[in-house]
């Protein structure tokens, strides 16, 4: 090994990383103490950063100062252990540790012989996912941004199998001409799917009849199928109805399909991760028979932004819809880690879910996702004591989707919420009603966290009269 002696002085490269660590740990020590809710609008946080590009360079150091400074009060507090919008999990402390060093580190994960020392962790925890969540060994498992690119990354690799069996080359012939697909999707399903389908010209999803938690109704889809051709056929399943966190029927479902040839590929965003839990088994039966599945990282399992994952069983269909071949790339004898992604060039975002699944374990896993369980269980139990308080859902997950007497009084609590700034739920509706939905998804929500998160909606549901 040689080194180079520079003939001037180098400003000091880690210059910048010291105001971002205080920074870092100046925020991280505020989140049991701050306001959940952001305060202000981009326009503040853009008159405080400035909006004219200096003229001239300026220091690292001070970049990072002036950085945090402006954009800190602008900041959601969703890793606090009182943040349930929307579903977005906070970040475990090895994951967010392992995150800093993917940054550190830069390279580029998609070669798998040119940056062995990621790939490895990315192969282990890939590995340990299948492992966790009852899913083939063999599957091909990629890392996206999130599950909406997993779902299209599925996705793709069934549009590619479902018409290679029809006798259609989708590679080289594209999909004018081709034997049309028939899409069917629940009608809870996410809208991530419909995006999904759109971008692969698999246009809409014909709907199956849910039930009154958003599970897809097996009868309906086998009475659909049986009407069917027989043609070239995939069916969307859904892991985790955003609202009442309810599973699709997979044993039936998948079996329906699987006899007419269909492809089954399952959204399971954040309710994947209900497989990881032995306790959860009853309601899981029947996934790990799916020809492909989208999960989240960046959800339950608490890695920070951005990490989703795509898993497929048949991996030659995955390597024909999402991989490369350029003679400038060095190529792997098996698949490189690009094979598996719609990206080429990419973070190792993979690494922080070895960090996470390694700082777990096995138990802590499962810890995890029963503690958000528990704690869905315990503000549902905990609210359904304040009066006039409804909980719409069947509590089987994660979910809790509150009403109260009217519309406008469930607006008014959740407005009311939002102004205290104690919890963050996020608004919606469902089944017709206004609804404030709690998706408990951090690993920072305790028993603690459960008891305050109730006296704040009992708070406000006393204001908001
Ligand atoms: C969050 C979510 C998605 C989309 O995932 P992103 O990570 O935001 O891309 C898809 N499906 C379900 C059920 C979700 O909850």
């Known amino acids: 090994m040689t080194t180079i002696d520079r003939p001037r002085a180098v400003p000091d490269r880690g210059a910048a990383l010291a105001p971002a660590v205080a920074a870092a740990e100046r925020w991280l020590a505020s989140l049991d103490a701050r306001r959940v809710p952001a305060a202000g609008t981009p326009e503040d946080a853009i008159a405080r950063l400035g909006a004219t590009l200096p003229d001239?360079?300026?220091?690292?150091a001070s970049v990072v100062d002036r950085l945090a400074a402006a954009v800190e009060p602008g900041l959601m507090a969703s890793g606090s252990g009182r943040f349930y919008g929307w579903v977005m999990g906070g970040a475990l402390p090895a994951a967010l540790?392992?995150?800093w060093l993917v940054s550190a580190w830069d390279q580029n994960a998609g070669m798998r012989d040119s940056t062995p020392g990621v790939v490895a962790a990315e192969e282990i925890a890939a590995g340990w996912l299948l492992d966790l969540l009852g899913l083939p060994p063999t599957a091909a498992v990629g890392f996206t941004t999130g599950a909406t690119m997993a779902n299209l990354t599925g996705l793709g690799?069934?549009?590619?199998?479902?018409?290679?069996?029809a006798g259609w080359d989708d590679a080289a012939d594209?999909?004018?001409g081709a034997p049309r697909i028939r899409v069917l999707a629940g009608a809870a399903r996410h809208g991530s799917v419909d995006l999904a389908l759109r971008l692969l010209g698999l246009g809409t999803a014909e709907l199956v009849a849910a039930d009154d938690q958003g599970r897809l109704d097996a009868a309906d889809l086998r009475r659909r199928l049986a009407d069917g051709s027989g043609g070239p056929t995939i069916v969307c399943l859904q892991a985790g109805d955003v609202h009442s966190g309810a599973m699709d029927p997979f044993a039936d479902a998948?079996?329906?399909?699987?006899?007419?040839?269909?492809?089954v590929h399952v959204d399971g965003a954040f309710g994947l991760w209900a497989a990881a839990d032995p306790r959860f088994a009853g309601m899981m039966r029947g996934l790990e028979r799916a020809d492909s599945w989208a999960t989240?990282?960046?959800k339950t399992l608490n890695v920070p932004y951005d990490c989703g994952v795509a898993i497929v069983a048949d991996e030659p269909a995955l390597r024909a819809a999402m991989g490369v071949r350029a003679a400038y790339l060095l190529t792997a004898g098996t698949a490189d880690p690009y094979d598996h992604v719609p990206e080429l060039s990419r973070r190792a975002r993979g690494v922080p879910v070895w960090a996470a699944l390694a700082s777990l374990g096995r138990s802590g896993v499962v810890d995890l996702v029963d503690g958000l369980h528990r704690a869905a269980r315990g503000i549902a139990e905990g609210v359904l004591r304040i009066p006039g308080a409804q909980v719409l859902n069947d509590v089987v997950f994660t979910q809790v989707c509150v009403a109260?007497?009217?519309?406008?009084?469930?607006r008014a609590v959740f407005a009311e919420l939002l102004r205290e700034g104690a919890i963050m739920p996020s608004a919606s509706v469902w089944r017709g009603r206004a609804v404030i939905r709690f998706s408990v998804s951090s690993w920072r929500t305790d028993a603690v966290e459960v008891a305050a998160t109730v006296a704040a909606v009992e708070r406000a549901a006393a204001a908001a009269r």
Do not use: K, N, Q, Y
């Open 254 to 263: 998948i079996e329906a399909a699987h006899a007419v040839g269909a492809w």
């Open 97 to 99: 540790g392992a995150d």
């Open 404 to 410: 109260f007497e009217s519309d406008e009084r469930t």
């Open 174 to 176: 594209g999909l004018s």
């Open 56 to 60: 001239s360079p300026g220091d690292p």
């Open 296 to 298: 989240d990282a960046h």
């Open 157 to 165: 690799a069934a549009r590619h199998r479902v018409l290679a069996s």
